[in-house]
C-alpha cells in the first residue's frame, strides 16, 4: 500500500489517450521506461522526436500532442510551476515546445503524471472533456462546450467541478484548428491567463477533438524528495538569490515584464508599424511604469504571481477605468505586438486586445505581429485601435477574414500581397528587431522553435548587462551568446522553472549552484553544470534531428531577406551576422 | 551644453521622469549620476542617443542620457 502511495506521489507515469482507438477514447497508464530522466521539454521533445513521424500534417491522427510538468513540479521548489506542451507545430511545421505558466504543471505533477500524451483523432465530430483527479481519469463527450470562450469554459468547469480545480482549454480558435490558437492554462485564481502561446498547439488539440483537462489533486501530497534535508536548504538558497538580484527581485514584481518597453524604445532596438524602424514616439504611454501606476490607481495588481511557488511575481492585475477586471497585466510582448508594432498607443485598448486574445486563444505575440502585417496591407490604419479590435474579433467569430488572420502573420503576408513579413520558419518575430538587437537575431534564425525570443534570450546580455554585455549592435560575439543561452534554456525548460531565474542564475553562480543542488537532493543525483549544460545539448540536438528529418535545411536557418539589406532607424543598422557563422551555433 | 535626461523605473521616484539641463562642455555620464544622486550600482544600464555608454562617456551638447535601474523581462 505505501509503495503504491509514494509512487503516485512521485510523478512517474505516463497517460496516454487515443482519441481515434475504436470504440471510443482509449485511457493506457504505463511507467516511465525510455523516459525516465526528462521532464519539461526534455520530455515532450523525446516523445516528439521518437513518436511523431516528422513528414506527418500537423492536424493528422499520426501528430502527438504532449503534456509536461517539468522535473521539479510538483515539489515545494519555488518558481518551479511551468508547463510545456510538444508537438509537431501546424505554424512552423517543424518541431514545437510551448511553455505556459499557472497552476496546470505542479498540479499534473503531484498527480503522479509525467507526461499526458493525447493520440490519434476521433471519427466523430464531438468535443471532449478530460478529467483526471485522484480517483483516476475520465473522458466524456460535452458538445455544450463547443465554441466556448475560455472565461466562459472555465466558469461552466467551476461550477459542475467546484472552485479548488486547474483547467486546460482552447477557445474557439483551437477549435477552428487555426496556426495561432494556443492552450490556456488557469491562473491562482482561476482565470485562463496564461498561455503556451506560440506555434498553433491549441490547433493540435483542437484537431482531436479535446477542449478542456480538468485537473483536481485534492487529496494528493507534495512530491516528496529523496533528501529532504538538502533539498529545505537549497531552495532556501535558490529563493535567497532570486530575492538579492535586483531584476528578480525588485524590477519584475514592481513594473513586470512591460518594463522593457521604455529600453527597448530608447535602445533603438523596439519594432514599429511591422519592423519599419526602431523607437515609437507613444512608448512611454503604454511603458511599464505608466501600467503599474494605473494599475495601482484602479485597485488592480502591480505585483502578482501566476503559480503557486512564485517568489519574482512578474505578473499583475489589470482593471478597466471602472476599477472592474478586464485582464491580467498584459506582458511586454503582448503591449508591443498589439501596441507600437501596430503604431497603437492607447494602454486600455491593449489591455482590451489582451483579455480578447486570452479568450479566443490566441498567441498575443502571433496575434499581433499578424494585425501589423494586415496594416502594412492596408486592412486597417497604424494606430486604429478599434479597428485592431474588429479584427481580433474576426478571428474569435471565425469569418473568412478571421480564418486568414488566423492563420498567422505568414499565411496573411501572403493573401494580402505584404512583402516585408517578418517571420522564421513561419513564426512571427517577437519584440526586439534583430537589426539592433543581433544576438537574439541569431536565436530567431537559429532555434529548432523558429522566430522565439525565450529560447535563447540574448536581449539580456545585449540590452540589460546580465551575464556580462555584448553590444547589440555589431555581429561579434553574437554566435556564441545564442548558443549558450540556447542550452541553458533547453536545459531549463525541462526543470520545470521559470526561465526568469536564468536573469539571477547567469548573473549569480551561487543561485546556479541552488538549482543543480534542488535537482540532486530530490532526485539523488550528482549532476554538476556540465551535466546541465549536456542536458540542454541532448535537448536541442532532438529538436534538429526532428527537424532536418522534417525537411528543414540551413536555408530555414535564416531572416527574411530584408533585415540584411534595409537599414533601422534611429542606429541605421542593418543584420550582418553572416550565414556561416549561423551555421556554426549549433557546433559542439 | 545642453543636455536632456531620462529616467526610468525606479530612479523617477523623488527625481523626474525627463528633464533638460545645462552641463560645462566636457560633462561625463558619472558628473551627471553624482548630480542626481544614483549610486553607481543603480544606474544599471546607461544609453547616449541610444547607444550603450559607459560612467565616463564625454557628454555633448543636444545629447540625451537615458539611465535605467537593474531590470528585465522577456
Known amino acids: 500500500m505505501l509503495n503504491i502511495t509514494l509512487w503516485r506521489c512521485s510523478m512517474d507515469k505516463i497517460l496516454r489517450i487515443n482519441m481515434g482507438a475504436e470504440g471510443g477514447p482509449k485511457i493506457t497508464v504505463t511507467p516511465l521506461g525510455e523516459y525516465a530522466g526528462f521532464g519539461g521539454r526534455a520530455m515532450t521533445t523525446a516523445i516528439v522526436s521518437k513518436e511523431v513521424p516528422p513528414l506527418c500534417h500537423p492536424l493528422s491522427s499520426e501528430n502527438k500532442l504532449v503534456i509536461a510538468p517539468g522535473m521539479l513540479s510538483g515539489t515545494v521548489a519555488a518558481m518551479s510551476g511551468r508547463l510545456s506542451v510538444g508537438c509537431k507545430s501546424p505554424l512552423t511545421g517543424g518541431i514545437k515546445e510551448s511553455n505556459s505558466g499557472g497552476q496546470a504543471a505542479q498540479v ?48 461552466k468547469m467551476k ?27 488557469t491562473d491562482m485564481e482561476l482565470r485562463p491567463t496564461r498561455h503556451a502561446g506560440r506555434g498553433g498547439v491549441g490547433a493540435v488539440m483542437g484537431s482531436k477533438g479535446v477542449k478542456t483537462i480538468v485537473l ?28 538579492q538580484h535586483p531584476v528578480t527581485g525588485q524590477a519584475l514584481p514592481a513594473f513586470g515584464t512591460n518594463v522593457l518597453t521604455n529600453i527597448l524604445s530608447e535602445a533603438g532596438g523596439y519594432p514599429t508599424y511591422n519592423f519599419k524602424q526602431g523607437t515609437f514616439a507613444g512608448a512611454s504611454k503604454i511603458s511599464g511604469e505608466t501600467m503599474a501606476e494605473l494599475e495601482t490607481k484602479r485597485g488592480g495588481m502591480p505585483t502578482h504571481g501566476c503559480h503557486r511557488g512564485c517568489v519574482i511575481r512578474c505578473s499583475g492585475v489589470y482593471n478597466d477605468k471602472d476599477g472592474h477586471y478586464l485582464t491580467k497585466q498584459p506582458e511586454y510582448e503582448t503591449v508591443w505586438a498589439h501596441g507600437g508594432n501596430c503604431g497603437i498607443d492607447d494602454i486600455d485598448s491593449i489591455a482590451m486586445l489582451d483579455f480578447l486574445d486570452d479568450n479566443f486563444g490566441v498567441d498575443t505575440i502571433e496575434m499581433g505581429a499578424t494585425i501589423a502585417v494586415a496594416m502594412d496591407a492596408g486592412i486597417a490604419k497604424f494606430g486604429d485601435a478599434e479597428a485592431a479590435i474588429d479584427l481580433v474579433k474576426e478571428v474569435g467569430k471565425g469569418s473568412h477574414l478571421g480564418r486568414i488572420l488566423g492563420g498567422g502573420a505568414a499565411v496573411t503576408g501572403k493573401v494580402f500581397g505584404v512583402e516585408r513579413v517578418p517571420v522564421v520558419k513561419g513564426q512571427a518575430m517577437p519584440a526586439y528587431d534583430p537589426r539592433a538587437v543581433k544576438g537574439v537575431g541569431v536565436t530567431y534564425a537559429t532555434s529548432p522553435m523558429g522566430a522565439d525570443h525565450t529560447a535563447g534570450y540574448a536581449v539580456a546580455t545585449n540590452i540589460l548587462k546580465v551575464g556580462g554585455f555584448i553590444d547589440p549592435l555589431v555581429a561579434e560575439g553574437q554566435i556564441e551568446l545564442s548558443r549558450n543561452l540556447q542550452i541553458a534554456t533547453a536545459a531549463i525548460d525541462s526543470t520545470g522553472m521559470c526561465i526568469f531565474i536564468a536573469f539571477a542564475v547567469l548573473d549569480q553562480p551561487e543561485t546556479f549552484q541552488a538549482l543543480l543542488d534542488l535537482l540532486n537532493a530530490f532526485y539523488g543525483l550528482n549532476l554538476t553544470g556540465d551535466g546541465f549544460i549536456a542536458l540542454g545539448q541532448k535537448v536541442l540536438s532532438m529538436e534538429r534531428d526532428f527537424n532536418a528529418r522534417a525537411g528543414f535545411t540551413s536555408q530555414q536557418d535564416r531572416l527574411p531577406r530584408y533585415f540584411s539589406t534595409e ?4 542606429h541605421n543598422v542593418k ?14 | 551644453m545642453h543636455i536632456q535626461i531620462k529616467l526610468f523605473a525606479t ?20 558628473v551627471v549620476l553624482n548630480d542626481l544622486v544614483i549610486p553607481e550600482g543603480e544606474a544599471a544600464i546607461i544609453f547616449v542617443n541610444g547607444k550603450h555608454a559607459g560612467t565616463d562617456h564625454v557628454m555633448l551638447d543636444g545629447d540625451t542620457l537615458s539611465i535605467f535601474p537593474p531590470i528585465g523581462g522577456g
Open chain 1, 575 to 588: 543584420f550582418d551576422v553572416k550565414d556561416e557563422d549561423l551555421d556554426k551555433v549549433f557546433n559542439w
Open chain 1, 159 to 185: 461550477t459542475e467541478f467546484g472552485d479548488k480545480i486547474s483547467c486546460i482549454s482552447i477557445g474557439p480558435a483551437g477549435e477552428m484548428k487555426m496556426n495561432i490558437a494556443s492552450i490556456a492554462c
Open chain 1, 108 to 155: 499534473i505533477g503531484r498527480l503522479g503524471y509525467a507526461a499526458i500524451v493525447l493520440e490519434g483523432k476521433p471519427v466523430t465530430e464531438d468535443l471532449y472533456k478530460i478529467v483526471i483527479n485522484k480517483d483516476g481519469v475520465k473522458i466524456s463527450v460535452d458538445n455544450s462546450l463547443k465554441m466556448l470562450p475560455n472565461y466562459d469554459l472555465v466558469a
Open chain 1, 216 to 243: 483536481d489533486d485534492t487529496g494528493m501530497s507534495m512530491r516528496a524528495p529523496k533528501d529532504p534535508e538538502k533539498f529545505k536548504d537549497a531552495n532556501k538558497r535558490f529563493v535567497d538569490g532570486l530575492k
Open chain 1, 567 to 570: 537599414s533601422l532607424a534611429p
Open chain 2, 11 to 30: 530612479l523617477r521616484k523623488d527625481r523626474f521622469d525627463t528633464d533638460q539641463r545645462e552641463y560645462t562642455a566636457g560633462t561625463t555620464v558619472l
